[in-house]
Nanobody
């Protein structure tokens, strides 16, 4: 079983909203920085957003800044990605990942634990 499990994906019209969740499975990630990545068909996996282990620092890709919000609930051991004003180019499989580095990374290869992804499809 994957160490983190994503949910909340689906089909939405352009301009709509979705909230993705990422729940830890079998371990706690309270001391891990957490990130969201996405991969569209035929494209490389790209950084979307990340949050520090404390929740105090957040980082976003320019393409989602102002539209997406990353947050975490330590008590529930859950990571969220609120996605507003969705565009067709946001269509991808979205992955949650955990990283125990001392600083927040935007490189996928530096993240240690990954979920299996959740599909987000935005229709025009």
């Amino acid at each position: 079983q994957a160490p983190v499990i994503e949910s909340g994906g689906g089909l939405v019209q352009a301009g709509g909203s979705l909230r993705l969740s990422c729940a830890a499975s079998g371990r706690t990630f309270s001391m891990y920085n957490m990130g969201w990545f996405r991969q569209a068909p035929g494209k490389v996996r790209e950084f979307v957003a990340a949050v520090s282990w404390s929740g105090e620092s957040t980082y976003y890709a320019d393409s989602v800044k102002g539209r997406f919000t990353i947050s975490r609930d330590g008590a529930k051991n859950t990571l969220y990605l609120q996605m507003n004003s969705l565009k067709p180019e946001d269509t991808a499989v979205y992955y949650c990942a955990a990283d125990r580095s001392s600083w927040v990374n935007c490189r996928a290869d530096l993240y240690e634990y990954w979920g299996q992804g959740t599909q987000v499809t935005v229709s025009s």
